[in-house]
């Protein structure tokens, strides 16, 4: 059973427009919350990342949006770029070691 | 630059064969991982090893085993592989601090006929 559950699995946006995507997670015990993206043949590197005592971190155009009572997070990507394309995975971790994934989201950016 | 190095980035066995995947970190880092990647499943973790001789089993350690004799390397062996093993595995490590990096090395393309 997966600890953290991620969706769309692939999404396809407009360049300039926003990108979300959305993940969720059951064991209360997670105090970490990375997002990592991925480019093909390449393995997934850290984007952004939140602790549950904030709601909301911005870096750039990436944005995390955090719900601590609803148990989810999301990704925003605004004025998505082309460049943006990748693969997309939300984790969660406890203690700062073990790291779950979500199942992955493909986004495309369309010029 | 930090650096996980994986021993190869593609890889055929048959089925039967004990199979070593290799993995070297050189960042000092305490723990280590290797996960599974297949389309639609995300990452799903095999086995994780916060310290030398020290490991802990993940969501999917079913015929897998692994060896940590030294901290900058951790081992992924399958016993037996079987054709549901082929797949894309990834090894990665982390420092045990706040807001800690998981850093991923490039993968390791396994297919078992």
């Known amino acids: 059973q997966q600890q953290v559950k991620q969706s769309p699995q692939s999404l396809i946006v407009q360049k300039g427009g926003i990108s979300i995507i959305n993940c969720a997670y059951e064991?209360?015990?997670?105090?970490?919350f990375p997002w990592y993206q991925q480019f093909p043949g390449k393995g997934p590197a850290l984007l952004i990342a939140i602790r549950p005592d904030v709601s909301e971190k911005k870096e750039g155009r990436f944005t995390i949006s955090f719900n601590k009572s609803a148990k989810q997070f999301s990704l925003h990507i605004m004025d998505s770029q082309p460049g943006d394309s990748a693969t997309y995975f939300c984790?969660?971790?406890?203690?700062?070691?073990?790291?779950?994934f979500g199942s992955g989201t493909k986004l495309n950016v369309k010029p | 630059d930090v650096k996980v190095t994986q021993s190869s980035r593609y890889l055929v066995k048959r089925t039967g064969e004990k199979v070593f995947l290799e993995c070297v970190q050189d960042?000092?880092?305490?723990?280590m991982f290797w996960y599974r990647q297949d389309p639609g499943l995300g990452l799903r973790l095999i086995y994780f090893?916060?310290?030398?001789?020290?490991?802990e089993k993940g969501d999917i350690p079913e015929g897998y085993s692994v060896s940590r004799e030294k901290k900058e390397r951790f081992s992924l062996i399958l016993e037996s592989a079987s054709t549901n093993q082929t797949s894309m595995y990834l090894c990665?490590?982390?420092?045990?601090?706040?807001?800690?990096?998981?850093?991923f090395g490039q993968g390791t393309r396994l297919t078992v006929v």
């Open positions: 090893s916060y310290d030398v001789k020290m490991k």
């Open positions: 984790a969660a971790a406890y203690n700062f070691n073990k790291f779950y």
């Open positions: 990665a490590s982390s420092l045990v601090q706040v807001n800690t990096e998981a850093f």
């Open positions: 960042m000092d880092h305490e723990n």
């Open positions: 064991n209360t015990a997670f105090d970490y």
